[in-house]
């Protein structure tokens, strides 16, 4: 990449944004260590976008993900707060207070039995007490280790997921981790429930400065920084430490691209009215004060709906997850996102943050909705023109936004990202001198077959799109959740099943500036308004005022405005 890399930094806010996130990385960890046979061409994608260089006390080089992420009392597990690449803090250090001492200890986790597996394939641990991990094939990291035998994959079983860092297989750095000791993670006293709780967060010196402190570390050592990406739970109070956050990114580093990606986990509960409010006005306010500091945000999520109105989770015809389970939704939306934010990690002449989001977000429309087709339905024997004929002239990718059905809507920009399909079938292989089923068929290369088709599909729109050979890998601990018709690339079987586990699988992701949002955000607006705020009094008590909810409410409906069909670039 001339000049270097564009670094990203990364900041992860939240327990469902640790599900997602922890497979964001754990996929990221699958790519980098691609075995020397396989086929797709190395260098499509820059790790070094995500991830740092540094070395251990001991002279060790490290390669870990350029992450600061914020989560409650309670929910690493085993994880320890300073990770476990770099030497522990040494407990046995010479003190030199001779008086009486008390000691506390905290109960300790059992690490999660995929874990413990996991250390004997991922490196060792000395009688030093220094982890030796494995080297990356980049050339980054210790010499590698030999073995006689591959290790047998360990899939984690759904029942030992507790939290996020039960399938982390990724090594942090000592700054990424900071937590906030005052609320807590289990429980039903001390949770950190609303917008206001989240905001005043960061208003403390102390989380503040420490925020601050690790933003410093990991800023100046970029050379090319083109901005933070943030991953932020919607639904509780980690909307407001987003929106704090984002505000102090706007506020420091003005110029940078700031894209949030603002997550939310499955459907609605029917029996928990409370939750279900809070989520509302949470998810309410988080997109308002978002959309006003970020450059782009997107909301993330397999339920069907952003308001009240319950609405089932979405479907995919090669899938089957369960809805409830962070695990899986998670899965599902870490896969995407790897998918959607390629243009801005790429090798060769990538789209940066600023430019993806000033291309979506023209005429105030900040906020985007995001889609994938997972896996993308290629058969073997057909080419990429036979596929996207197939498929019609219906919105080609599953919603992930909970905007609704697209279907009937208007697209007024979109990023669309292709990734995973061989070389050879990406233009039409019919014998010379045979009718051409449709004008994709005549198409030179995957490129021009990709654009022409979305130029199809939605004529006066603003297009950018990219095709990818490189996959996207789904190896454990991703959860097995693949129909048994599809081959191990993730390739629709026009045959009887094969038995091998699925182990990487091709991916449509795009981000569209969309008509659904008026209706999607405008929903949302009338749910606020029906609102009886004298029954969750104690919204308002974590530290928002009644006209702080008037002026959500207003910039709530304005947004939506922005959306309105016919309010196209184009027109």
């Excluded at 690493?76 to 010479?94: C, I, P, T």
């Excluded at 389970?325 to 600023?354: E, K, N, Q, W």
Aim: charged fraction near 20%; aromatic fraction near 8%.
């Amino acid at each position: 990449m001339a000049g270097g890399p564009r670094e990203v930094l990364t900041l992860q806010l939240g327990h469902f944004a640790g599900f997602v996130g922890a497979h964001w990385w754990n996929q990221q960890d699958a790519a980098l260590c691609r075995p020397t046979d396989a086929k797709e061409p190395p260098g499509e994608l820059c790790p070094d976008v995500l991830y740092r260089t540094g070395r251990t006390l001991h002279g060790q080089e490290t390669y870990t993900p350029r992450l600061i992420l914020m989560d409650l009392k309670g929910s690493l597990s085993s994880l320890k707060q300073e990770g476990g690449l770099y030497k522990d803090k040494q407990l046995d250090a010479a003190i030199a207070w001779q008086g009486k001492l008390t000691t506390h200890k905290e109960e300790i986790y059992p690490k999660n039995p995929y874990l413990q597996d996991l250390l004997s394939a991922e490196g060792v641990l000395n009688s030093d007490g220094i982890w030796r991990v494995k080297s990356i094939p980049n050339g980054k990291g210790p010499p590698p280790f030999t073995t006689t035998t591959t290790p047998k994959p360990v899939i984690p079983t759904e029942g030992s997921i507790r939290v996020w860092s039960d399938f982390l297989r990724v090594h942090l750095h000592p700054r990424s981790i900071c937590m906030i000791q005052k609320y807590n993670h289990d429980g039903e006293a001390g949770r950190l429930e609303a917008f206001g709780q989240g905001e005043s967060i960061l208003k403390e010196p102390k989380y503040l400065e420490e925020l601050e402190d690790r933003l410093h570390f990991y800023v100046e050592e970029c050379n090319y920084l083109q901005g933070f990406q943030i991953l932020c739970d919607l639904h509780n109070g980690f909307s407001g430490v987003g929106a704090k956050a984002a505000e102090l990114l706007q506020d420091e580093y003005s110029g940078r691209g700031i894209i949030t990606w603002g997550l939310l986990p499955g459907p609605y509960c029917l029996g928990e009215p409370q939750k279900n409010i809070y989520r509302l006005l949470n998810t309410a306010f988080g997109l308002v004060h978002l959309s006003a500091h970020s450059s782009l945000v997107c909301p993330l999520s397999l339920g069907g709906s952003l308001g009240l109105q319950p609405e089932p989770p979405v479907n995919f015809p090669h899938l089957q997850y369960d809805a409830a389970l962070p695990f899986h939704c998670g899965a599902i939306l870490a896969t995407a996102l790897d998918t959607v934010t390629v243009p801005y990690r790429l090798c060769s002449s990538p789209v940066s943050m600023v430019h993806l989001a000033d291309m979506l977000n023209f005429s105030g429309k900040k906020v985007v909705t995001a889609g994938a087709t997972i896996p993308f339905p290629l058969v073997p024997s057909q080419s990429l023109p036979d596929t996207l004929m197939q498929l019609g002239e219906a919105t080609p990718w599953t919603p992930l936004s909970a905007c609704g059905d697209p279907s009937g809507t208007c697209c007024f920009a979109q990023s669309v990202v292709l990734r995973g399909l061989d070389r050879a079938c990406h233009t039409s292989q019919l014998t010379p001198g045979t009718p051409l089923p449709s004008p994709l068929h005549a198409c030179t290369t995957g490129e021009e077959v990709l654009a022409q088709y979305l130029q199809q599909q939605q004529p006066r729109v603003r297009s950018s799109s990219h095709l990818l050979l490189t996959p996207c890998k789904v190896v454990p601990p991703y959860p097995y959740l693949f129909s048994s018709s599809l081959s191990q690339q993730g390739l629709v079987l026009d045959g009887p099943p094969t038995g091998a586990a699925v182990e990487s699988i091709p991916v449509l992701g795009a981000l569209c500036s969309s008509s659904s949002l008026n209706r999607a955000l405008g929903d949302l607006a009338k749910d606020l308004a029906r609102l009886d705020l004298r029954r969750w009094a104690s919204f308002m008590d974590a530290g928002v005022e009644q006209d702080d909810l008037e002026e959500t409410l207003q910039e709530l409906r304005s947004l939506a405005q922005c959306y309105q069909s016919g309010n196209s670039l184009m027109d």
